[in-house]
Every structure is written in C-alpha cells, then in structure tokens.
C-alpha cells in the first residue's frame, strides 16, 4: 500500500494517542465510579480515537481504492461517537432515562443503519458520488458529490450536537463552583470541532474536502485533560452532587479561603436566608456569628487557617440557635477543611501535590430542634420533680442528681455527683437497696424499696424508691426517690387516732348506758323521758363507732371481688330489716338469681341504705320499697322510702368526694356505701323522689363485665355512661310515692 505524507497526520496521530490514553485512564482508575458517565465517557474517547487514526490513514493514503478502505472506519468511529457524545452528555446532567434500553436503541437507530449501509454497499454509492483523487493541494484528497443520505446524515447529527451544546450550556448556568466549570469546558471541548468542521466545509479553513473535525481534536485534548484532571471529571459529576449535595436534609455551606460562600444547598438557605454565593460569611451568618467564627477558624489542608483569628474549635463544632421569633431552630455545626486548585475545590484528590492548595470549609448544619426540644422538656420535668431522680453507674457512684434533692434533703447537686450512692442511705437499710440496686441490672425490672436518706440537719427521711435500667445493654440506672415521710407519719397518726377514738368511743357510751340503767331505778316517770334520749343517743354512739370500724377495714383491705347472688342477699337482708322494725313496711322485688361480682364488704353497703331507710324516716309509718333488675351488663338495686330525703348539701358532698367544715355528712353511713360501690366498679346513685323520699341505686356488674370502674357518682345518680331504668324498677319521680 502506498502511502503519502499531509500536514495533517501528526495532528489526527496526536489525536488518536490522547483520546486512546484518556479511554485506557478510565477504564483502569475509575472503574469503580459513576458506571454510565465512564462508559460513555470511554465510548467517546474510543469513537474519537478511532476517528482520528483512521482518517489520518484515509489522507495517508495514496490510491482510491485503500482511501475508501479507511473511509468506512472513518465511519465506524463518526457513528459510534454520533451515540456516545449524546449518552454522555445526558449521564452527565443526570437524564438518566435516555440511557434505558428503548430510547438508548431509538439514540443508536440512525448511526447504526449509516454505519451498516457503509459496511454493507460502502460509502461510494450511499453517501459519494463520483469520488477521486485531486492532488492540486500538493497531496492527494478525495473529492466526491454528497448524496442526499450524506445531507441528511449531516444535518440529523448536527441537529444532535447542537442539543447537546444547549443541555450543557444550561447547566453551566444553573450549576456552581467547580460543576460550572466542568461544564462549560467540556462545552468548549465540544463546540470547537464542530465550528472548525463546518467552516472547513464552507471553505474558511483549508480544502474544502478536508474534514477538520477529527484534526481539532488535537488541541480539544488538552482542554478534556484539563477537565478530567483539575476538575476530577470522573469523581465529581453533578449528578453525584444533587444526589448528595443538594437532596441532603442537611445543610450544607461551602466557603473559601477568603471567607466568602461559593456554594450551599437548599435545607442550608431555608436556615440562612441572607446566605447567597459570593456573599461573605459575617452577612451570610448574620442570625449565628458563632458559625462565621468557625468558619473563619478552621483550619486548611495545608496546615494552616483560613480566615483571620481564633475563634470556636472547628474539631468539637458547637451548638447554635437560629432566632427566628416563634419558631427558633436549634443546629449543631462541624466545619471541614478542603483543598481548592485554582478557582474550584477539591477534597482529598491525588492531584492536590500537583496544584498550590488554598483553604476552604465546608460547613455542615444539622436540625436538631426536635431533640432539643424534647431534652429540654424532660430536663424541665427532671427538674421541677418533687421526687429526687438520680443516675448511677454500675460502679455506685451518683452520675446526676436532680436539682430537688437540695430542696427535700439539703444536699446541694454538686456535692452530691461523684459520690457513692449508699453514702446517704441508713446503715440498716443499706444491705437492701444494694440487692435492691444489683436486681435491677439482673433482671432488668424494676426495683422497689423503702428506706430512709440522710438530710443535711442530722435527720432521717423515709422515701420510697424505685430503681430501673436506664436503657437496655446500658451500664446505669434511674434512681427516682420520693419523700413519704409525713405521708407515713399523717397515716400512722390517723391509725393511732381511728383505734384509740373507737375503743374510747365505745367504752364510754357503754358506761354512759350502764349508768342510765341504774338511773331508772332512781328517777320518777318524768326522768324517763330523759333516760330515752340518753339510751338514743348512746345507741347513735355505738353504731357510730361500728360504722368507723367498718370503714376502716373497707378503706384498708385488699379490694377482692366475690361473685354475690344480689336477689338472696338483698331478700335476706330486708327480711331481717322487717323484723327489727315492725312498725315499717318493707316490700321486695327481686329475679330468681341475679349474679353480680362485688366487694365482699358489699352485705354491710347494703344492710346501712336500708336501715338509713327506716331510721331516719320522721313519719308514723316508714315505707321502704326495695328491688333489684338487670341493667345492660350489670344489676341495678333500687332502694326508695317515703322519709324526708337527703338535704342538697350532703348530696354534693358525695358526688364532689369531699368534705369540708361547712359541707359535711352527718353520718358515716353513705361515706361507707360510695366507698364499697365504687370498689365494686359499681355507681352509686342519690335521687330525690316527688312529693317525699329519696330513691338510692347501687349498679354493679356482672362478673363478665368486672374489669374496670363505670363511673362516678353525681347527684342524681348520672354517670358517664347514662342508662335507662329496667322495666318494673323506681324512678325518681315515680307518682305513686306514699
């Protein structure tokens, strides 16, 4: 084959060498990253290699026939670079979409069918015309008429480029720091071939059948070296950088060695509206001044620091609030140092020895308001706690203290912290909260006790403590001690006082009895009539004092339920109230069983509504009308008389649940029934019957309904949950009241 020397061969050779380097460089170094943007990138640098030492071949050659040999992989590389140039530019700015099978394949469609029509029937006839050598250039070059596939080729690929140019010219626009330069290169890089292409087929720059594409590619080399290696082509592409950068829920703030920003994100303006690039950081942070200092103090890859005088540790970061009137943002803030080359930055590149090195911070802002917010909650609730709350480590020693402690115990926090727990129990009590201690790391449950805490004045106060995990696998535990002193010392008191009353109580009215016994003996008829006002009273007394007892085994026993047949209990109950008052007349209306789960104290509730019935009755004839029906899930006792009722005031003493000294029951009766219910699950009901009486229910559930309280008890008897009178039971205002 013959061969002929052009001024273009070593140019194109230069060409095929970079472009062949740059594709050898990606394939070995950066294999591992952005998969699409290299392999495109490889395709590119392979199409334009191959383009460039085939067309050198093309003008090396001296016959038609090996210029046309060339030619078709002249061909090949202008096809495969028509598919590669487009995929790289879309994996570029992130249009990922047109890289899937069916638009990659509509992408291939027109390179594909020119490239297969040349290896099939050649160039000569699909795209020349009557091709031959014209040596007037001083060398030969092949001149031929374009057909219309040839025109259209042209103007499809150009239509191509020229989109490609305006996807890239737009995102140097819109992108920052070193994307807009990575941009606007490979836009130059891109835009210098095709301009020089067209003018030398214009005739502007050399033969007109030259195509001087390829040869530009020569110096175009140097800016996509430029591009790759300065500005890390391959390790930073937008792509990565909306992905990381901009979608962060972080803020994110770039900064230069002359303070001022060059780049932030979107979560970093809506924290600092007056941060924009190019502004300096003082502006930028005018709402956190702590976040300027960092960022002037930080220090740079090279050792030194950006900026101009100390300021916050940029290693430790810090804690800042954003003041926003209402809604304050509280953020924590970590600077980083970086490495810039020229007027972009790069962060830890291997080309940063090849480059002089300028600082930069990048700053990184985190919300943390919500953890903030609830740390200071649970602070405030720590401490504002009456009771004393402590942290221990497994080691005994007291690791926090709530400030209380100085208010119940004396002690202050800070002499407190550090020093071993059981230090401020009571010798007796120590053994107990230790086990106490060492439990609650073996079982992880919680520990309960009871023992006494030295104060600063010599005494000893009670507490009750529980001592629990503070989380699992973790090496403390909360301590939460509360102060029962005088509870356990009223309550004692109370005891003393209730067992002492009552024993005295009953003593003396049985000897004010006995005596007014041996007084009817001594008196005449007219002293008889006071001896029965003594006998009454004494009676009062002494019932008065039965009732105390009961209350106080009501008040202090364990609260178990027993299934009770309320239509036995309430029938034997009324036979023996109308045999210990003949002069009343007591009727009952009760079903064949009515099954209700109840306090066991439930005989006495009942047995005191009923002899209230007839013993505070003032009339000739006491009426008590008594019956028991099913209500929803539970049973009603219904309980009526026709005596003067209950006075309005002792009826809100029971429905408030209090007593005061103007606002008191006047006996203990009632006090007795609404503690039973309500510890059956029950309600109790008070009402006023029209024209005289009073009408009390007592609704108890059922045993498969016994799980929790119904309600409280009002003064007419509402509940939360209101239900109608069973047929046949009492109303309240029921007419034929006698």
């Not at 291939?108 to 006839?125: H, K, N, R, T």
């Not at 301009?195 to 214009?202: D, N």
Request: net charge negative.
């Amino acid at each position: 084959m013959e061969w002929q020397p052009t001024p273009y061969t070593a140019p194109l050779l230069v060409a095929a060498l970079a472009s062949f380097s740059f594709a050898v460089y990606a394939v070995r170094n950066r294999s591992r990253g952005d998969l699409p943007l290299v392999r495109s990138f490889v395709a590119v640098t392979v199409a334009s290699g191959l383009w460039s030492l085939a067309y050198a071949a093309q003008l090396s050659a001296a016959t038609l026939e090996a210029t046309l040999l060339w030619n078709r992989l002249v061909w090949v590389g202008i096809a495969v670079l028509g598919v590669a140039w487009p995929a790289f530019v879309f994996a570029y700015v992130g249009w990922r979409s047109w890289l899937r099978p069916r638009r990659f394949a509509l992408l291939c469609l027109v390179p594909a069918a020119a490239v297969g029509g040349v290896l099939v029937i050649g160039a000569d006839p699909l795209f020349y015309t009557s091709p031959s050598l014209d040596g007037s250039n001083g060398y030969l070059v092949m001149e031929y008429l374009p057909t219309p596939a040839l025109v259209g080729f042209m103007t499809y690929s150009y239509a191509v480029n020229l989109f490609t140019f305006g996807v890239l010219g737009y995102a140097a626009l819109v992108r920052g720091g070193v994307f807009r330069r990575q941009a606007a290169l490979l836009l130059a890089a891109a835009v210098a071939p095709m301009t020089v292409g067209v003018g030398g087929i214009a005739g502007f720059l050399g033969p007109v059948f030259v195509d001087l594409t390829p040869v530009t590619f020569a110096a175009t080399s140097g800016l996509l070296g430029w591009v790759v290696f300065r500005y890390r082509l391959l390790d930073l592409s937008p792509v990565a950088r909306d992905a990381v950068f901009s979608n962060l829920s972080d803020g994110v703030v770039v900064v230069n060695d002359d303070g001022r920003v060059v780049d932030l994100n979107r979560p970093a303006r809506g924290l600092f509206p007056s941060a924009e690039v190019g502004c300096g950081v003082e502006t930028a942070f005018e709402r956190a001044p702590a976040v300027a200092d960092l960022a002037l103090s930080t220090e740079t890859a090279d050792g030194g620091r950006s900026g101009r005088g100390p300021g916050p540790d940029p290693e430790n970061g810090l804690r800042v609030t954003v003041d926003g009137g209402s809604d304050s943002r509280f953020l924590t803030v970590t600077a980083h140092p970086i490495a810039t080359a020229g007027t972009g930055y790069r962060v830890g590149s291997e080309a940063a020895s090849a480059a002089p090195a300028a600082g930069g911070t990048v700053l990184l802002f985190r919300d943390v308001t919500e953890q903030e917010t609830l740390q200071r909650r649970y602070r405030a609730l720590i401490e504002k706690s009456p009771n004393v709350i402590a942290v221990c480590g497994t080691d005994g020693l007291l690791r926090y203290v709530s400030p209380s402690i100085e208010r119940l115990l004396g002690h202050s926090p800070a002499a407190i912290e550090g020093r071993p727990a059981i230090d401020l129990v009571h010798p007796d009590d120590r053994r107990e909260a230790q086990h106490a201690f060492e439990r609650a790391f073996e079982t992880d449950e919680p520990q309960s006790l009871d023992h006494r805490i030295s104060h600063t004045d010599g005494n000893w106060r009670q507490f009750e403590t529980v001592v629990e995990r503070l989380f699992e696998d973790t090496e403390e535990a909360v301590i939460t001690a509360t102060d029962v002193t005088e509870s356990r010392r009223y309550e004692q008191r109370l005891q003393v006082l209730n067992r002492v009353l009552r024993h005295d109580l009953k003593n003396d009215t049985n000897v004010i009895g006995g005596y007014a016994d041996l007084l009817r003996d001594h008196v005449d008829d007219e002293g008889d009539e006071y001896l029965d006002v003594i006998d009454r009273k004494v009676e009062t007394l002494t019932h008065l004092s039965d009732q105390a007892r009961e209350i106080d085994v009501a008040l202090h026993s364990d609260g178990s339920r027993a299934e009770i047949d309320l239509s036995e209990l309430v029938t034997r109950l009324c036979e023996s109230l109308d045999s210990s008052f003949p002069e009343a007349t007591v009727t009952v209306s009760t079903p064949d069983a009515a099954v209700a789960c109840a306090d066991e104290l439930l005989e006495s509730a009942i047995r005191n509504v009923l002899e209230n019935a007839v013993v505070h009755n003032d009339g000739e004839q006491p009426i008590v009308e008594v019956a028991v029906d099913p209500d929803g899930d539970g049973y009603r006792i219904a309980v009526a008389d026709n005596g003067p009722g209950i006075p309005p005031v002792e009826r809100s003493v029971f429905s408030e649940a209090r007593e005061t000294a103007l606002e008191h029951a006047s006996g203990l009766g009632l006090w007795l029934v609404h503690w039973i219910v309500t510890e059956s699950g029950g309600e109790l009901g008070i009402h006023t019957r029209e024209p005289t009486g009073t009408l009390i229910t007592m609704w108890l559930p059922t045993p498969d309904n016994a799980t929790t309280e119904r309600g409280e008890t009002t003064e007419r008897g509402e509940t939360t949950e209101r239900r109608k009178p069973a047929d046949g039971g009492l109303s309240p205002d029921r007419d034929s009241a006698p």
